[in-house]
């Protein structure tokens, strides 16, 4: 299983762009890059899930360098209800069975 | 369309006593898993399922046990609780990928079950 690891906390302003940058050196070659944001008290919700290179939707951009032993999920323009808890996750779907395990995620605070 | 459901949402429980959370998700999913996660922590894998009638141990499967015997539910036992299985619990469900080998599927979660072991 590719372990990950992230910053444990940070930091924004209103309006600003966040960068949150996970690193996963022994991610295998069927693994995808996926990212949850979870607020207090609730499950994880999917923010956006990538193989390579970029991926964008209307909430966040993924950014994975081709050697994919790193990803930056960037959060543009962020508001005061991003704050919340970002998790990165790799893994895949094998015939044997899944395990998709969390890190410990990224607490973001966003500040007026 | 529900999503991913849980019961019961709270439940205090006394050391040495049993108690079972139902899962239940109405997406036809295949894939379906018990989280705990405690006070500032991330999700600890407890147990998954790749398929109705199939079980699998995940990060801290100890003081667990689970059945599938419905697609649509995935059931969490405790047999004799303890106070070191205060936590939250999350279930989440995911489809299976479209894309052979190279696919991994969105994890949906339920609301969670906040259990408390005196």
Known sequence: ?112 | NAGVTQTPKFRVLKTGQSMTLLCAQDMNHEYMYWYRQDPGMGLRLIHYSVGEGTTAKGEVPDGYNVSRLKKQNFLLGLESAAPSQTSVYFCASSPPGTSGILNTGELFFGEGSRLTVL
């Open chain 1, 1 to 112: 299983l590719a372990k990950t690891t992230q910053p444990i906390s940070m930091d924004s302003y209103e309006g600003q762009e966040v960068n949150i940058t996970c690193s996963h050196n022994n991610i295998a070659t069927n693994d995808y890059i996926t990212w949850y944001q979870q607020f207090p008290s609730q499950g994880p919700r999917f923010i956006i899930q990538g193989y390579k290179t970029k991926v964008t939707n209307e909430v966040a951009s993924l950014f994975i360098p081709a050697d994919r032993k790193s990803s930056t999920l960037s959060l543009p323009r962020v508001s005061l209800s991003d704050t919340a808890v970002y998790y990165c996750l790799v893994g895949g779907l094998r015939a044997a069975g899944n395990k998709l395990t969390f890190g410990g995620g990224t607490r973001v605070l966003v500040k007026p």
